[in-house]
């Protein structure tokens, strides 16, 4: 492990993670839209990619047979979770790590930790 | 194995940044271990920062910190689906020094007040994510990292924020539960700065900023708020998670129903979407501070609960440096054990947000238990606003009895003028 000894550039943006231009900026939806789907957000954000399964449904089993409302698919501010034929499908590379799946899954059924150093979000606002 | 630290801390934000600063400048051997790619990669907040606790860590820190717009406008809107009952303060002294508050954006900030530290001597270490604590005997002595690599310290501060997971691990405090949290999105838009100036009534350089309540988390405790940055505007919405998760609500929606309200709509006209983020806040309450120390061990910042109101940042900041002020004392009389690091929770205690945080106790458990008080609020006050407003061919006791009708509705809380003083802090934004 190195130490960083650079300085940041406290005038400047958080860096501007490479590969990211002022470019990729996103238009908004047409207006007066009421829905948006996390999907559309997204595309504002800068993810580097994790490897995958840093996030994991413990038993698909409770799932299944222990949890009818399946507030996971909603309470995940970035849709990692869908539901596909009999279980949760995970899509870890679009989490944003707020932690919430800790504490928001009734049955305590999804095992998150944060993705290795460096990967993941990198905030620029 | 590499070499031994006088102390290692967990996470550069406001609290372990400040902690690191505080040591190196005693003269300690400081690693500071940073999981985001740079510090503040992984930080949002609404937010504003207040100036006076950042100045007695740095003297007229406006110089140099990478800040955004100092408040002069302080707004909270009861908003109904087609009005708003505004109540507002406007104070041209906050654009001198020393300032009232500041808007920030993390991950500039947070860059900058670990480069504080670094220049203090502190080491940081971005891209390092730490995983668990190394134990000797019923002494913290050191960090492991994913990679396992291996930081030994005589100390170890926890800085790892909201979540607090080592904190947990290290037996400092029980599970969280989801009602100890508050779950927020945000939404930043650019808009130019003269634009922005325009459209918030801004002399250049001055920043406002606004609180939502009563919509659009209709029937459950949730608030948004507006943040006026250089060249863009920051949109934040935000629930307990046990409410979100039992009403089945999604946040993104809830964010871009607050952004299309009809009013709120036309401040970001032709604002375009740069980043979307989430981050939790922990509102356990004074209830919920875990232990603060241990053998070798502190805890700082979100992951100590600290939070008081509209303070979080600040809280953090300070937390920080009394944690690394009292490791360099233990560094001094060579004495890590709990005995010495007691003296932290001992300087904490006297703190004013620590003593805020024990008086505030179960007086904002209320809203928590009536989750449709400001919805209500806020639909009986735009009622009775529309009615007072509207010239009426009628007498002005007609008018009277009609508005005090619709006011006679409210059911809320408020009784008094301490209840008010309680309304207040609650409304603020976090
Ligand atoms: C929506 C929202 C709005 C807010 N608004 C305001 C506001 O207006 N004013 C205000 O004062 N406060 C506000 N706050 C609160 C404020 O953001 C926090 O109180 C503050 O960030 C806490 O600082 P901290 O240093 O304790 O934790 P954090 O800022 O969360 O820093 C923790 C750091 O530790 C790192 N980390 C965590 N775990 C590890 C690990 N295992 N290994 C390595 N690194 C790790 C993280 O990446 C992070 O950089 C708000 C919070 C939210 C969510
Ligand atoms: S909330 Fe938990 S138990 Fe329920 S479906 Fe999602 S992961 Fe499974
Ligand atoms: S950490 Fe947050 S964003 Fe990531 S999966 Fe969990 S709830 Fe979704």
Redesign the interface.
């Known amino acids: 492990m190195t130490p960083d000894l650079q300085s940041p550039a406290p005038e400047n943006r958080g860096p501007l993670p490479p590969g990211h231009s002022a470019d990729d900026a996103w238009q908004p939806p047409s207006q007066g839209r009421e829905k948006l789907v996390a999907e559309d957000l997204l595309k504002a954000t800068h993810l580097r990619p994790a490897p995958a399964g840093f996030i994991s449904i413990a038993d698909a089993q409770v799932c299944r047979a222990r949890c009818p409302r399946k507030p996971c698919l909603v309470f995940c501010p970035s849709q990692v979770f869908s539901w596909e034929y009999d279980h949760v499908h995970v899509d870890d590379q679009r989490c944003l790590e707020c932690g919430a799946c800790l504490f928001g899954c009734p049955e305590q059924n999804i095992d998150w930790y944060y993705p290795p150093g460096g990967a993941g979000v990198a905030y620029r606002y | 194995m ?1 070499e031994h630290y006088d102390a290692v801390v967990v996470g550069a934000g406001p609290a372990g940044s400040a902690a690191a600063y505080a040591m190196a400048k005693n003269g300690l051997k400081v ?1 500071l271990l940073e ?4 510090p ?5 907040f609404g937010g504003t920062l207040y100036s006076e606790a950042v100045a007695s860590l740095f003297p007229a820190f406006w110089e ?3 800040l955004e717009r100092p408040v002069v406008r302080d707004e909270v809107w009861f908003l109904d689906d087609s009005s708003a009952v505004t109540l507002g303060f406007t104070g041209l002294h906050y654009a001198q020094p020393p300032y009232n508050k500041f808007t920030v ?4 900030f947070d ?2 007040l ?2 504080q530290a ?1 220049q203090a001597g502190a ?7 730490v ?1 668990d604590l190394r134990w000797e005997g019923s002494f913290a002595a050191g960090v492991v ?3 396992g ?1 291996i930081f030994p310290a005589s100390a170890v501060v926890l800085a790892e924020g ?2 607090a ?1 080592l904190a947990e691990k290290a037996g400092m405090r029980g599970p ?3 009602h ?2 508050t ?1 927020y ?1 945000r ?4 808009l130019p700065a003269a634009r922005l100036e325009e459209r918030f009534q801004l002399e250049p350089g001055e920043g406002a900023d606004l609180v939502f309540i009563g919509y659009p988390t209709a029937g459950s405790i949730g608030k948004a708020g507006l943040f006026t ?1 250089k060249d ?1 505007v ?1 949109l934040i919405t935000g629930v307990y ?1 046990d409410e ?2 039992q009403k ?6 809830l ?3 607050t952004r ?1 309200h009809p009013l709120v ?1 036309r401040l970001l006209d032709g604002a ?9 806040l922990p509102k356990g309450g004074f209830r919920q501070i875990p232990r603060l120390y241990g053998d070798g061990l502190l805890v700082a910042g979100d992951a100590a609960m600290l939070i008081s109101g509209r303070h979080g940042a600040d809280l953090a900041l300070l937390s920080g440096q009394l944690a690394g002020e009292t490791v360099a004392q233990a560094k001094a009389k060579g004495d890590f054990s709990r005995k010495m690091m007691a003296v932290y929770a001992e300087k904490l205690k006297n703190t004013f947000y620590y003593k805020n945080m024990q008086a505030a106790g179960d007086a904002l458990d209320y809203y928590k238990q009536h989750q449709d008080a400001d919805f209500l609020l806020s639909k009986a006050l735009n009622g009775a606003a529309y009615r007072f407003f509207a010239e009426r061919m009628l007498t002005d006791r007609e008018k009277r009895e009609m508005v005090l009708k619709e006011l006679a509705g409210i059911q809320t809380p408020i009784k008094d003028f301490s209840d008010i003083w309680q309304g207040l802090q609650h409304w603020r934004v976090l």
């Open positions: 590499s690693a999981r985001g790619e740079y503040g990669a992984k930080n949002m140099s910190a990478p954006l993390r991950s500039r860059q900058w670990a480069w670094q080491l940081l270490f971005p891209s390092c994510l995983t990292t994913e990679q690599d909201a979540l997971l969280l539960e989801a100890s949290f779950i999105v939404l930043t838009f650019s940055n863009s920051s998670l979100l998760v089945g609500a999604s946040l993104p929606e964010a871009w129903r299309s709509r375009i979407l740069e980043e979307y983020q989430a981050h939790m």
